[in-house]
């Protein structure tokens, strides 16, 4: 099975930046993704990792270290909008399934 | 980006009837899709794993009797649940990837279930 941790709730300022972590055990690894999720919402795409390095696009960054089974998210210049939950997401295995972790609590205050 | 829509988008049962929940890909093939369920506070908790022609993976501790997935075209998957009680009320969201095999799970809107 895979084992994903995130943790479950976080605060930050408005304009601030505010990095998410994601430590996930697996085998068969193929990719990790983190989504926005509002409440009562379906999960919106972010981004999505399968090589070692940071992805940029736009006020959001996604970084992935594959050999520490460690991903984090960064957001940036903090809206009060971007207040939600976000899901750390890995494919692996045969079925190329995603599974989620629990997610984290984000509460932007002004 | 690609669309999914799920229907009903809310749906309310008496307790031991039966629910069934569309989820379609609107302008893209999907070849696999993929169910979810969502408890309050809770992430999504894979349920099964659905491969248009072929029989869904299941997750351990889902029973397949109790959720039938049926993925009959490309464009089309559903999920019925059978004799549904109070603790089966939750948040049921579809994924589905397109034919191409690209990255991107496309989510639909979700099915609130409550049952009476």
């Known amino acids: 099975g895979q084992n994903i941790d995130q943790p479950t709730e976080m605060t930050a300022t408005e304009g601030a930046i505010v990095q998410i972590n994601c430590t996930y055990q697996t085998s068969g690894f193929n990719g990790l993704f983190w989504y926005q999720q509002h409440a009562g919402e379906a999960p919106t795409f972010l981004s999505y990792n399968v090589l070692d390095g940071l992805e940029e696009k736009g006020r959001f960054s996604s970084f992935l270290s594959r050999s520490k089974g460690y991903s984090y998210l960064l957001l940036k210049e903090l809206q009060m909008k971007d207040s939600a939950s976000y899901l750390c997401a890995v494919r692996a295995g045969g079925y190329q399934k995603v599974t989620f972790g629990t997610g984290t609590k984000l509460q932007v205050i002004p | 980006g690609a669309v999914v829509s799920q229907h009903p988008s809310r749906v309310i049962c008496k307790s031991g009837t039966s629910v069934k929940i569309e989820c379609r890909s609107l302008d893209f093939q999907a070849t696999t899709m993929f169910w979810y369920r969502q408890f309050p506070k809770q992430s999504l908790m894979l349920m099964a794993t659905s491969n248009e022609g072929s029989k869904a993976t299941y997750e351990q501790g889902v029973e397949k009797d109790k959720f039938l997935i049926n993925h009959a075209s490309l464009t089309l998957s559903t999920l019925t649940v059978t004799s549904a009680h109070p603790e089966d009320s939750s948040f049921y969201i579809c994924?589905?990837?397109?034919?191409?095999?690209?990255?991107?799970?496309?989510f639909g809107p979700g099915t609130r279930l409550t049952v009476l």
């Open positions: 994924s589905a990837r397109g034919a191409s095999g690209g990255n991107e799970q496309f």
